[in-house]
């Protein structure tokens, strides 16, 4: 694959496909295309040294985190409220089986501050879609 090829110059690539990955493991996508964004993710994570998926999302998790926010609050307001809740919960239970297994997650405060901001975009998204 791709990832293999570029090994740990695919953390260049980061900014680009991990959260489309994210959303391509939403339920509301085909079995295939759940399955195929899964095997590109355990590829990606295996390319750059990461222990699993998991770490890798933890140490991307304010990248993502900004991002969905980001989409929340264009103007164009066209983004789909069901990708931002899947990758909340994807990230959510990252940082929950990070936690059980002992590995370090940074700053739960901070990460706490950035869900926060996400919800609040959320809300507002939502009250903006409804007054339109």
């Known amino acids: 694959t791709i990832c ?4 740990s110059r695919t953390n260049s690539l980061l900014p680009t496909i991990l959260l489309p990955l994210l959303e391509k493991t939403a339920s509301h996508n085909h079995y295939h295309v759940q399955q195929t964004a899964i095997e590109t993710l355990d590829c ?5 040294g990461e222990q699993s998926i998991a770490s890798l999302l933890s140490q991307n998790f304010d990248y993502i985190v900004d991002s969905l926010s980001l989409r929340l609050r264009s103007p164009k307001g066209t983004y789909q409220w069901s990708n931002i809740t899947t990758v909340l919960s994807i990230l959510l239970q990252c940082t929950k089986e990070l936690s059980a297994a002992n590995e370090c997650v940074p700053d739960c405060r901070s990460r706490t501050v950035l869900i926060l901001d996400l919800v609040d975009a959320l809300i507002n998204s939502f009250d903006k879609g409804l007054s339109e």
Do not use: K, S
Not at 44 to 48: L, N, P, R
């Open 44 to 48: 990606v994570t295996e390319a750059i």
């Open 4 to 7: 293999q090829l570029l090994g």
